[in-house]
């Protein structure tokens, strides 16, 4: 089996050729073959600029792997801002010893991800450090967008604005979980890491009034629906029975005493738009198969600026918290 | 594994039209009640369902609750988090223990402290994966620091006999298993809490047997019934407890008729009683002394048990709580979280003071993250 050596990244031949032969091959564009220091990018109007680094064990998971997580993640990022993604660049921190094959079927599955956005690679990097010092594979991507609606922000949400999950939760850690523990709960459990541009380019292609758009990643729903209260200072009030979990999440947090909202995901968005245009923002969301279950989840209110308070199907309610620390199991 | 479907196990009892009913009949017994009843939920797992499902917010004036010892990690005392410090201090060890108990402060410092200082201290998802862990570190000394209740008791023991039949020679076990019963005859005998019914914790008596609650009803006069997790399990619970005290009686029911039955568990009670014997003295955290309230291991397997193989490690004083926290006085049911002085502001589940606001199964805890001002 052909691995990675410490050559590969010692910047001579080694590591030329594994530019060349492996991240040129399927990254091709004609930005990054000029193999410049840097890149010299074209855009119009304001841009979008982020950053995210990966890191997650196992590298393959049911419905992705590292690569399509580095790419949807920073795409993502950029579409939350109402910006259409146009370049990335992406750096490599690859443990010595590294099989080629699985680093090659990583960066197929990025040259994937990224037709779905039209974004391209345009310049990037490559350490090998000697065994221990990173768990098999870090990736960092940094990304540039067009923004192509303004005013999308987590500080400028109204009450009267509608809060819309774009499909059912917690997926990604439940998955992630599952790989780690070797626990095989249901064919059915995948990650929902997708990258989310599409969805969003209809949303602003339908002309609806959008406050604010949030991927739920680490911290999940929660921390979403928190930082948004939080950063705008309004109550956001959901119907717990509106949110949507798959039997196989909910299955997982009953094993393990975990929430669902505090659970990652990697293709689940919220959104805060105008009364008005709640109904047809789901249903432009539902078009996409990924966004099949887009529904209203909540309002947002004055009632308790700040907070978030859940309102169970029976007539209590209570407060929302973010998620705490680490995610451990509960011990009984 | 199979197709593993959980959905049906907890499905139908969570249902709201069910919970509401559940509400009416609740509402119209309790009309019959002389005095409020004050039910003391033992368990830390219940206190999270009434809390987390705002139970009380759908209950009558007249019903209260009063949270009870039970949630491991609340009741361990700084001096036993010490010793497990101690022992992932030591050389070449690998300290292995369940969930909350990472972040529980000790005297000085906690295992997720340590953690990041390079000690080798792990969560497990099941106290199995540490018979693994001491399987792929034969040079190194594995230290399960084993806590819980009945309930977590026989996965010990089962991995206890897994070890010794697989002749694991490197995988200690310091334990800290407490039962339920001693704490609760410690609390009612005090005579401070004004206690007048009891739901117990299912899960202790699938194991166990309701029968361990037997005593209560007839020496504290309270009804007693034994009840799962579920919201729906919860308000039937108390439904069950309301309409004994209206009539008058003082019984033990078992609400959780599903798994639990009086005997319980007879092959998991034999397997701890192959290992284990109680402890003549245990100190719970805010509590204090208790007799007979914990197990440790029988004499025969003093070569595994890591309180006698590394004792010139573990330090000995007890250490009582910070001045501030009212844990104690929460855990014998005799104060709400809310009426601790530092609750929500110098104590919170980023920085606990108090024990009970560390767990997720403390009722600090789950006052924090469910109520807040809507109390």
């Known amino acids: 089996m052909k691995q990675v050596q410490l050559s590969h990244g010692g910047g001579g031949e080694e590591t030329n050729k594994l530019i060349h ?103 990037g990097d490559t350490k090998v450090v000697p065994r221990g010092s990173v768990d098999k594979l870090f990736i960092n991507t940094a990304g540039i967008g067009q923004i192509m609606r303004e005013g999308i922000s987590s500080q400028t949400i109204h009450e009267g604005d509608v ?91 009953e094993m393990f005493g975990f929430e669902a909202t505090d659970l990652a995901n990697e293709g689940t968005f919220v959104a805060a738009v105008a009364p008005m245009h709640a109904a047809f923002a789901v249903s432009t969301l539902q078009r996409f198969g990924f966004c099949s279950d887009a529904a209203v989840i909540g309002r947002v209110t004055q009632q308790y600026p700040g907070k978030v308070v859940l309102h169970s199907a029976f007539g209590s309610r209570r407060f929302l918290d973010l998620p705490k620390g680490e995610l451990l199991p509960r011990i009984c | ?148 209740f009945e309930t977590t008791t026989p996965m010990t023991a089962a991995l206890l006999h897994a070890a010794i039949a697989q002749k694991v020679t490197n995988l200690y076990f310091h334990i800290n298993h407490v039962l339920v019963p001693p704490a609760i005859d410690a609390i009612m005998s005090d005579g401070q809490a004004k206690i007048n019914a009891f739901i117990g914790p299912s899960h202790v008596s699938v194991i166990t047997g309701a029968k361990i609650y037997a005593p209560l009803p007839q020496k504290y006069s309270t009804p007693v019934v034994v009840c799962g997790f579920e919201p729906v399990d919860v308000m039937q619970g108390i439904l069950m407890a309301v309409r004994q005290q209206a009539e008058g009686r003082a019984e033990l029911e078992i609400e959780y008729s599903r798994s639990v039955t009086m005997e319980g568990n007879v092959k998991a009670q034999q397997l701890i009683d192959m290992y284990l014997q109680p402890r003549s003295h245990f100190r719970w955290r805010g509590i204090g002394d208790i007799p007979d309230s914990a197990l440790e291991l029988k004499p025969e397997f003093a070569h595994l048990d890591a309180e006698k193989v590394f004792a010139e490690v573990l330090p000995t004083e007890p250490i009582d709580d910070h001045k501030l926290c009212i844990c104690g006085t929460i855990l014998k049911g005799l104060a709400k979280p809310m009426e601790c002085k530092v609750f929500g502001t110098a104590c919170t589940p980023n920085s606990p003071l108090g024990s009970c606001m560390v767990s997720s199964e403390g009722a600090c805890n789950a006052y924090y993250r469910y109520a807040g001002v809507l109390g």
């Open chain 1, 163 to 253: 809060i819309i999950a774009s499909r059912d939760i917690g997926r990604h850690g439940a998955t992630v979980l599952m790989a780690r523990e070797g626990l095989e709960v249901s064919a059915d459990l995948g990650s929902d890491c997708e990258t989310l541009w599409p969805a969003v380019e209809a949303l602003i292609g339908d002309n609806i009034s959008i406050s604010a758009l949030r991927d739920a990643t680490r911290g999940g729903l929660a921390a979403v629906l928190n930082e948004w209260a939080e950063n705008s200072g309004v109550c956001l009030e959901i119907e717990e029975s509106a949110i949507r979990v798959s039997d196989e999440v909910q299955g997982i947090c």
């Open chain 2, 1 to 148: 594994m199979s197709e593993l479907k959980l959905k049906d196990l907890y499905d139908g009892f969570r249902d709201p039209a069910t919970i509401r009913m559940l509400a009416a009949q609740i509402g119209e017994a309790a009309k019959a009640l002389h005095e409020p009843l004050r039910i003391m939920e033992v368990c830390g797992g219940h206190t999270h369902t009434i809390m987390k499902y705002g139970l009380p917010q759908v209950l009558p004036d007249n019903i209260d609750f009063i949270h009870g010892p039970g949630c491991p990690v609340c009741i361990m005392p700084k001096e036993r988090i010490d010793h497990a410090i101690a022992l992932a201090r030591m050389d070449d060890t690998i300290l292995v223990t369940l969930g909350d108990m990472i972040r529980v402060p000790g005297s000085q410092s906690s295992l997720a402290v340590e953690r990041a200082a390079g000690r080798d201290i792990r969560p497990l998802y099941t106290p199995m994966d540490a018979l693994k862990i001491a399987k792929e570190h034969p040079d190194k000394k594995v230290i399960f620091f084993a806590i819980g």
């Open chain 1, 21 to 123: 032969d492996l991240f040129y091959r399927h990254f091709k564009n004609d930005i990054l073959i000029k193999a410049e220091d840097a890149a010299v990018l074209q855009t119009e109007g304001k841009i979008a600029f982020t950053t995210d680094s990966f890191t997650v064990s196992p590298l393959f998971f049911e419905g992705g792997d590292i690569g399509k997580l580095a790419v949807a993640g920073t795409v993502n990022d950029l579409a939350m801002m109402g910006a259409k993604p146009l370049y990335l660049s992406s750096a490599f921190m690859i443990e010595e010893g590294f099989p080629f094959e699985e680093l090659e079927r990583i960066v197929e599955s990025m040259a994937a991800e990224l037709e779905k956005s039209g974004a391209k690679i345009v310049c």
